[in-house]
């Protein structure tokens, strides 16, 4: 069935592609990004016509453009970019997998991950995951990518930074001079203003576009395989965690948390009216902040317990609790 419905998206994509008229989806603006290094102008904005310039000298990187996993028949893309890396170690960058917001018209590319482990993703399909990274999205346009925080609707968001693609990083006194033309090149490109008439016009032709695009047949067979791969993916994650469940080793394992809970460990509650320290000496080594008003599991009955109002290394503790007095049970610590 998946080929099958694929087979037909790529004749109804062409169909889309031919009436997109003056306002194309992100997928085809998408053409013009390139992989590499983007510099990223913060786009701090009085609402008027001042702008605060500045750039952000983390890493911004486009990693790489790749097959649509979801419905590898459209033209639509999985972009990986790197935002707020590390500039001094790129072993420890971790680009975010963008993805398209309409599977028809895309006017944003949304910040997801795939659901389920590789297994399940190979052999049911990957479907994205919708309570996560909701408000982070990215737009394509005249090259460059718009990184949109907060987002709710195309008129309520936060645009952070404008990236442009830059060959090599600017350093030393060339990102000197940089961050100080940045407020004028802002001014001068007027981000905000090209972002929201780009939102305005390409929201307006997908709802238009989506509402004729969903009622061909082909594309009828496609909302609803998207709606079965869903179904299928949360099924075969629970048959996944079930089996882990049931297994004999977790349920070893369950029923030795079980024989900690009431024979290793206790619950210790702070009702002293502010923040103290827990540890097993009468002078604080390792420790465990407690807040007024917390409580922590898993604190150990097996020895006795002290309180410190200070971590600081041998601050005289009060004792609290004597060695296997309350396993299983709650501690509170009054004043």
């Known amino acids: 069935m998946k080929t099958f419905v694929l087979l037909f998206l790529g ?15 992100q997928s085809h603006l998408l ?11 913060l786009a701090k904005w009085d ?24 419905l590898p028949g ?27 917001d309409n599977v028809a018209f895309p006017v944003t590319y949304m910040m997801r991950v795939y659901e389920g482990n590789r297994k399940i993703q190979e052999n049911v399909g990957y479907c994205p995951r919708t309570d996560v990274y909701e408000d982070t ?16 609707d195309k008129d309520h968001y936060n645009l952070k930074a404008v990236l442009e693609y830059r060959e090599k990083k600017l350093k030393g006194l060339k990102m000197m001079k940089e961050v100080m033309k940045s407020p004028k090149k ?3 490109e007027k981000p905000h203003e090209k972002l929201q008439n780009y939102l305005d016009k390409a929201t307006a032709k997908q709802n238009s576009f989506y509402s004729t695009w969903s009622k061909q047949p082909e594309n009828v067979k496609t909302i609803q395989y998207l ?23 977790h349920q070893r394992m369950l029923a030795h948390r079980r024989w900690m809970d009431k024979n290793v460990n206790m619950t210790v509650t702070n009702n002293t009216g ?38 600081a290394r041998n601050s005289n503790g009060t004792k609290f609790y004597s060695a296997k007095g309350a396993c299983g049970s709650v501690v509170t610590i009054n004043l």
């Open 11 to 25: 004749i109804s994509i062409s169909h889309f592609t031919t009436n997109a008229q003056n306002v194309k989806d």
């Open 227 to 249: 709606k079965d791969l869903e179904t299928a993916t949360e099924k075969a994650i629970k048959n996944y965690n079930d089996a882990i469940f049931n297994s004999p080793e």
């Open 274 to 311: 502010r923040t103290i320290w827990i540890g097993s000496n009468d002078k604080a080594f390792i420790t465990t902040k407690l807040n007024a008003g917390e409580s922590r599991n898993n604190v150990t009955c097996t020895n006795d317990m002290y309180y410190y109002y200070s971590n």
């Open 47 to 70: 609402g008027k016509r001042n702008y605060g310039g500045g750039i952000d000298d983390r890493t911004y990187e486009v990693t790489s453009i790749e097959t649509y996993k979801v």
């Open 74 to 100: 459209l033209p639509h893309k999985e972009v990986y970019i790197v935002l707020k890396g590390n500039k001094t170690d790129a072993s420890k960058h971790k680009p975010s997998m963008f993805i398209p």
């Open 186 to 188: 802002m001014k001068s």
């Open 31 to 41: 053409n013009s990004i390139q992989i590499g290094n983007y510099t990223p102008y």
């Open 137 to 152: 999205r990215a737009v394509f346009l005249d090259g460059k990518i718009y990184i949109l925080e907060n987002w709710k």
